[in-house]
């Protein structure tokens, strides 16, 4: 099996920056992209950043500029730091990751973590 744990989240006032990280683990062959989602009370989830394996990055225009997202292949990590905070920002992050568990497995499989807290107070 594979597991995607995030990790960062917490309370942190308007302006200021926090970074979140996602770790998979168990079977994996590769992990192909991985993005953070975020999902505001009521709303929907939706997309915020995702970087390919080689690196190659995308970002919701809601937080370009504001937002980085970066990877450690070697240990298996996405990284999201995020600066000049808003209330708006506050949501529930997600990490995703398309893991190939196989040299078989061509395509690789969504896996999702449980989701991070990001409140954005005074």
């Known amino acids: 099996q594979v597991q995607v744990a995030e990790s960062g989240g917490g309370l942190v006032q308007p302006g200021g920056s926090l970074r979140l990280s996602c770790a998979a683990s168990?079977?994996?062959?590769?992990?192909?992209?991985m993005a953070w989602y975020r999902q505001a009370p009521g709303k929907q989830r939706e997309y915020v950043a995702r970087?390919?394996?080689?690196?190659?990055?995308n970002y919701a225009d809601s937080v370009k500029g504001r937002f980085t997202i970066s990877r450690d292949n070697g240990k298996k990590t996405v990284y999201l730091q995020m600066n000049s905070l808003t209330p708006e920002d506050t949501a529930v992050y997600y990490c995703?990751?398309?893991?190939?568990?196989?040299?078989?497995?061509?395509?690789?499989?969504?896996?999702w973590g449980e989701g991070t807290l990001v409140t954005v107070s005074s």
């Open positions: 995703n990751a398309v893991v190939s568990r196989s040299q078989a497995d061509y395509y690789g499989t969504d896996y």
């Open positions: 970087i390919t394996a080689s690196g190659s990055t």
């Open positions: 168990g079977s994996i062959f590769v992990i192909y992209a």
